[in-house]
């Protein structure tokens, strides 16, 4: 069964520090991966694409994928209270360009 | 550019009665998505659709719930009849094939 694992959380983070997010997905050949931000009561949000192993940064996102270990993460530097919501990690594991969805990690930024 | 449009964005039914939302993608986008969302939960797909054509229904509840696009375009969702635990958010996506999806605000239902 194809599946993607996010930790539940809360993950408690200090405002002004790193916010380490984490996935991890059964399905090797998986080849895009996604992270969403959604926000209590909201849709969820695209944030960062990433499709070949390595780091990918886009502002104070940076999103790194380790095809090897099926494993994605994305961290948020300098984080903000803006920043607390629950965040979805995505996979595309087939050819319809369906993913597959994590449970959602919640991210707290306390001031 | 427009984003996903979807209505209504609440709807409150009792159980037994019937229910459609509509969703209009973002221009060009081929490919439309339904999901359903329950609290705590990641996006549960519905349906997909490729232009007018379905792709994947195979988590759809058919004896209840059904989907169209006609004309590969706007597209709309049914339940009928509804139960209570269709209550849910029910969130329409669009996108390039292969490409990031996009989201509508969603429709909030409530079954009672």
């Known amino acids: 069964q194809k599946e993607v694992e996010q930790n539940s959380g809360p993950l408690s983070v200090p405002e002004g520090a790193i916010a380490s997010l984490n996935c991890t997905y059964s399905?090797?050949?998986?080849?895009?991966f996604f992270w969403y931000r959604q926000y209590s009561g909201k849709s969820p949000e695209l944030i960062m694409s990433i499709y070949s192993n390595g780091d990918k940064e886009d502002g104070r996102f940076t999103a790194q994928l380790n095809k090897a270990s099926q494993y994605v993460s994305l961290l948020i530097r300098d984080s903000q209270p803006s920043d607390s919501a629950t965040y979805l990690c995505a996979v595309n594991m087939d050819s319809n360009y369906q993913l597959i969805w994590g449970a959602g990690t919640k991210l707290i930024i306390k001031p | 550019e427009a984003g996903v449009a979807q209505s209504p964005r609440y709807k409150i039914i009792e159980k037994r009665q019937s229910v459609a939302f509509w969703c209009n993608p973002i221009s060009g986008h081929a490919t439309l998505y339904w999901y359903q969302q329950i609290l705590g939960q990641g996006p549960k797909l519905l349906i997909q659709f490729q232009n007018n054509g379905v792709v994947d229904d195979s988590q759809l509840p058919k004896d209840r719930f059904s989907a169209e696009r006609l004309k590969g375009v706007d597209s709309t969702l049914k339940i009928q009849p509804a139960k209570l635990e269709d209550s849910a958010v029910y969130l329409c996506a669009s996108s390039f094939p292969g490409r990031e999806q996009f989201f509508g605000p969603g429709t909030r239902l409530t079954v009672l």
């Open positions: 399905d090797r050949g998986s080849q895009s």
